[in-house]
């Protein structure tokens, strides 16, 4: 691995992102997230308005008349990334790759969280899970965490996002914002780990695209090599009908994991490689904090 190239590489993306954590994604950033959580704070007498729902029975028996619990938001949030670092986001039709992307929302994220005194923290997964980053403050541990996403080297190709669900729904303790950055090319059933993850924590589902993966090229009879499961098989890309048919079946996958993740009342951004991931992402948390 050359070191000295991954070093330009979070250099750069560090001066690109915390430029934009400052300007695109600071206003809306905290506000576009549901509360990190409530802290018990006190229990009051009932007092004629307040919500009949917040009523501490238990205490409202032994005294005979009715009294409330009161909570406190608490001030900071933990923003936590589940990246997808299986084969398929290391390749690429053109020069950047689905890492490529993950690395620079993962730092856009990182950088706004530092900027709003909230915690990061990171797992890495392919078919097993590669790395955990527990959350964490300050530009230090933002520069760890970005560290990890583009300078790690995946041990495993497949991808087991059930799995990863699972084990980060053990591992978090507190409620969470989690950002699930993936292409959701995995195999199994994710629907019910994610349905569980999401009923205790804020769950964001950046969903990652290459668009040049999306059409066949013009090349006659060409071998394609899946680098997951390492499969070989022959298409003819000149042919109009299989190019139509790839292209539906691509339009159909997507179709379907949107509507999956949707069903499951998880916010679904998809981001395409070659666009203005950053400004897209902006608008984004722009109208989820004006609905929330």
């Given at each position: 691995m050359d070191w000295k190239a991954i070093t330009r590489k979070i250099r750069l993306?560090?001066?690109?992102?915390?430029?934009?954590?400052?300007g695109l994604l600071a206003g809306e950033f905290r506000s576009a997230f549901r509360g990190a959580g409530m802290e018990f704070e006190e229990v009051r007498e009932y007092l004629p308005g307040d919500d009949v729902r917040a009523i501490d029975w238990n205490v409202?028996?032994?005294q005979g008349k009715p009294y409330l619990k009161r909570f406190r938001e608490e001030r900071e949030l933990t923003i936590f990334f589940l990246v997808d670092c299986s084969a398929s986001s290391?390749?690429?039709g053109g020069p950047e790759s689905l890492?490529?992307?993950?690395?620079?929302?993962?730092a856009s994220l990182a950088f706004s969280a530092v900027k709003s005194n909230d915690k990061t923290g990171l797992m890495l997964f392919s078919?097993?899970?590669?790395?955990?980053?527990?959350?964490?403050?300050?530009?230090?541990?933002a520069m760890r965490l970005l560290r990890e996403v583009v300078g790690h080297i995946p041990a495993g190709e497949g991808t087991d996002l059930p799995a990863a669900l699972e084990t980060l729904g053990r591992t978090l303790k507190r409620r969470s914002v989690l950002f699930l950055?993936?292409?959701?090319?995995?195999p199994g059933d994710f629907r019910p780990a994610l349905q569980r993850l999401a009923r205790r924590h804020d769950v964001i589902a950046l969903l990652?695209?290459?668009?040049?993966?999306?059409?066949?090229?013009?090349?006659g009879l060409m071998t394609f090599h899946d680098p997951e499961t390492h499969q070989d098989f022959l298409l003819d890309t000149a042919c109009p009908r299989t190019r139509a048919a790839y292209r539906q079946r691509i339009q159909r996958e997507q179709a379907e994991r949107e509507r999956q993740l949707s069903?499951?009342?998880?916010?679904?951004?998809?981001?395409?490689?070659g666009e203005d991931v950053l400004r897209k992402l902006s608008v984004f948390l722009q109208r989820r904090a004006r609905r929330l």
């Amino acid at each position: 691995m050359d070191w000295k190239a991954i070093t330009r590489k979070i250099r750069l993306l560090e001066l690109q992102t915390r430029k934009e954590s400052c300007g695109l994604l600071a206003g809306e950033f905290r506000s576009a997230f549901r509360g990190a959580g409530m802290e018990f704070e006190e229990v009051r007498e009932y007092l004629p308005g307040d919500d009949v729902r917040a009523i501490d029975w238990n205490v409202t028996a032994r005294q005979g008349k009715p009294y409330l619990k009161r909570f406190r938001e608490e001030r900071e949030l933990t923003i936590f990334f589940l990246v997808d670092c299986s084969a398929s986001s290391r390749f690429g039709g053109g020069p950047e790759s689905l890492g490529d992307l993950a690395s620079q929302l993962c730092a856009s994220l990182a950088f706004s969280a530092v900027k709003s005194n909230d915690k990061t923290g990171l797992m890495l997964f392919s078919d097993r899970i590669e790395k955990y980053l527990p959350p964490g403050k300050g530009v230090s541990h933002a520069m760890r965490l970005l560290r990890e996403v583009v300078g790690h080297i995946p041990a495993g190709e497949g991808t087991d996002l059930p799995a990863a669900l699972e084990t980060l729904g053990r591992t978090l303790k507190r409620r969470s914002v989690l950002f699930l950055l993936s292409d959701f090319q995995a195999p199994g059933d994710f629907r019910p780990a994610l349905q569980r993850l999401a009923r205790r924590h804020d769950v964001i589902a950046l969903l990652l695209r290459d668009p040049s993966l999306e059409e066949l090229p013009r090349g006659g009879l060409m071998t394609f090599h899946d680098p997951e499961t390492h499969q070989d098989f022959l298409l003819d890309t000149a042919c109009p009908r299989t190019r139509a048919a790839y292209r539906q079946r691509i339009q159909r996958e997507q179709a379907e994991r949107e509507r999956q993740l949707s069903a499951l009342g998880v916010d679904t951004l998809p981001l395409s490689l070659g666009e203005d991931v950053l400004r897209k992402l902006s608008v984004f948390l722009q109208r989820r904090a004006r609905r929330l």
